[in-house]
């Protein structure tokens, strides 16, 4: 599976292909996501941006309150890995 590549590139866009098409799943339903350059932000972007956020800093209060809000617990390890392993490579969220 190219999300456990060695290249950190590689690896960060696989994951973010997978997330993208696992989130519908996870959340129960499809994400509203729009497109790169709009200039609104739906709920879900916001959530995930939220979670990223709180992954990325350590904030573990936040983060688990934004996971169990939405996400069932059979989902939640495999949302976390896909989503560590793409905002692992930003050095702002």
């Not at 916001?46 to 069932?72: C, M, N, Q, Y």
């Amino acid at each position: 599976c190219a999300a456990l590549s060695g290249n950190r590139d590689v690896a960060r866009h696989a994951a973010s292909e997978v997330l993208v098409r696992c989130l519908a799943q996870a959340l129960g339903r499809r994400p509203v996501l729009y497109r790169l350059g709009e200039p609104d932000t739906s709920f879900d972007e916001k959530w995930l941006i939220a979670l990223a956020r709180s992954l990325k800093t350590g904030d573990e209060a936040s983060l688990t309150f934004l996971l169990h809000s939405r996400v069932p617990k059979h989902a939640r390890r495999n949302l976390l890995f896909l989503l560590h392993r793409v905002v692992d490579g930003f050095s702002k969220v």
